[in-house]
């Protein structure tokens, strides 16, 4: 199982890898090295149906660590690294984590990291994998405890401000949002700037009905 930390994220299959002592773990050693530059970390999830799951896992293993929890709830990832750099209710994030299987098959999730503004990556990550490892039976009880801050919102609002130029682009295009979390904020960003533009399957859907989550791949899936 150590092999789902990776170079730039963990990424592993629901259950199987990721399951519930995992994902605490991950949250408490993880939370530790939080606790080295402050407390409050904001985690945001995409559309998959147990990203939900994996952050109430991920909530208690932070709380036992002792951080402060932001929960930003289904937000692209965009939102989750612009979160790092707002205030909310005068709390400013020390740290994010982005609850996402990116483009793989629907089976799949993990988390991408951040910590004082910058990527959590390379060794920081294998050398976490080798503790949780060594701390495998460590029991992690649940604590979902949590403030919901509303992040997408002020997003939308940022790319709106600072793409008002482009308001009123009148060149049509096609956009694929693939059932993943995109749709959450570029239909709102879109229609504000009056852009003349279709999008595809917009609704986030973590079973990927309509294609592969990953673009590069064309084959539909089966039924299609």
Do not use: W
Request: proline share 5%; charged share 25%; glycine share 8%.
């Amino acid at each position: 199982m150590k092999t789902i930390f990776r170079e730039y994220d963990i990424r592993g299959i629901y259950e199987k890898e990721l399951n519930e002592q995992m994902v605490k773990l991950i949250g408490y050693f993880l939370g530790k090295r939080i606790l080295e530059v402050g407390k409050v970390v904001s985690i945001g999830y995409d559309a998959r149906s147990h990203s939900p799951i994996l952050c109430e896992y991920l909530t208690s293993g932070l709380n036992k660590a002792g951080c402060t929890v932001l929960n930003m709830g289904l937000v692209a990832t965009p939102v989750n690294y612009f979160s790092n750099f707002q205030s909310f209710d005068g709390v400013t994030p020390n740290a994010s984590i982005m609850i996402t299987g990116s483009h793989n098959p629907s089976e799949y999730n993990g988390f991408k990291i951040t910590i004082d503004k910058k990527p959590f990556f390379g060794e920081d990550i294998y050398a976490l994998g080798r503790e949780i490892m060594q701390n495998y039976e460590m029991d992690v009880e649940d604590d979902f405890s949590s403030t919901s801050i509303d992040a997408k919102e002020r997003y939308i609002a940022y790319m709106i401000k600072e793409f008002d130029h482009l308001k009123g682009f009148e060149k049509p295009f096609v956009y694929d949002c693939g059932n993943g979390v995109a749709g959450v904020v570029v239909q709102d960003i879109f229609k504000a700037l009056n852009f003349t533009c279709k999008g595809l399957f917009v609704d986030p859907d973590g079973t990927f009905p309509n294609h592969h989550p990953d673009p590069t791949v064309e084959k539909k899936p089966e039924g299609h």
